[in-house]
C-alpha cells in the first residue's frame, strides 16, 4: 500500500499564496494522483488532479487558473501551487492515489484507493 504524506499548510491573508507537497512512498507515474480539501461539515471535494503518464491536469472550475498541480516523478511528489487565495478555499487538504483500470470522475473521493493525512490551510481576510 502506497504511503503518502502531505505537507505545506499554513495560514496566510486572502489573496496569498501556499505550496503544498505530497511525497509518496513509491513511483507514482503511473497513477492518477489528485488533492481533495474539505471544510468544516462539508464533503471533500476535488481540488485538481494529475495522471503524468498520459500529461492530463484536471481542475475543479472553482480553482482553475488560481492553483496548479504538478509531479516530480524524480521525488515521487505531487506539488499544488495554489494562489490568489479566498475565503472559502480553507479546509484540510488531502492527497490521493487511484491506480488502474481508472473510471468514473476523478473527483469522486470514492475512485480512490489511498490517502495521506491530510494538511490544514487556513486563510483569513
Known amino acids: 500500500q502506497i504511503q503518502l504524506v502531505e505537507s505545506g499548510g499554513g495560514s496566510v491573508l486572502a489573496g496569498g499564496s501556499l505550496r503544498l507537497s505530497c511525497a509518496a512512498s513509491?513511483?507514482?507515474?503511473?497513477?492518477?494522483m489528485a488533492w481533495f480539501r474539505q471544510a468544516p461539515g462539508k464533503e471533500r471535494e476535488g481540488v485538481a488532479g494529475i495522471y503524468m503518464e498520459r500529461g492530463i491536469t484536471d481542475y475543479a472550475d472553482s480553482v482553475k487558473g488560481r492553483f496548479a498541480i504538478s509531479l516530480d516523478n524524480a521525488k515521487h511528489t505531487v506539488h499544488l501551487e495554489m494562489n490568489a487565495l479566498k475565503p472559502e478555499d480553507p479546509g484540510m487538504y488531502y492527497c490521493?492515489?487511484?491506480?488502474?483500470?481508472?473510471?468514473?470522475?476523478?473527483?469522486?473521493?470514492?475512485?480512490?484507493?489511498?490517502w495521506g493525512q491530510g494538511t490544514q490551510v487556513t486563510v483569513s481576510s
Open positions: 513509491e513511483n507514482i507515474s503511473w497513477r492518477y
Open positions: 490521493a492515489a487511484d491506480g488502474p483500470p481508472f473510471g468514473g470522475s476523478w473527483s469522486d473521493p470514492d475512485e480512490y484507493d489511498d
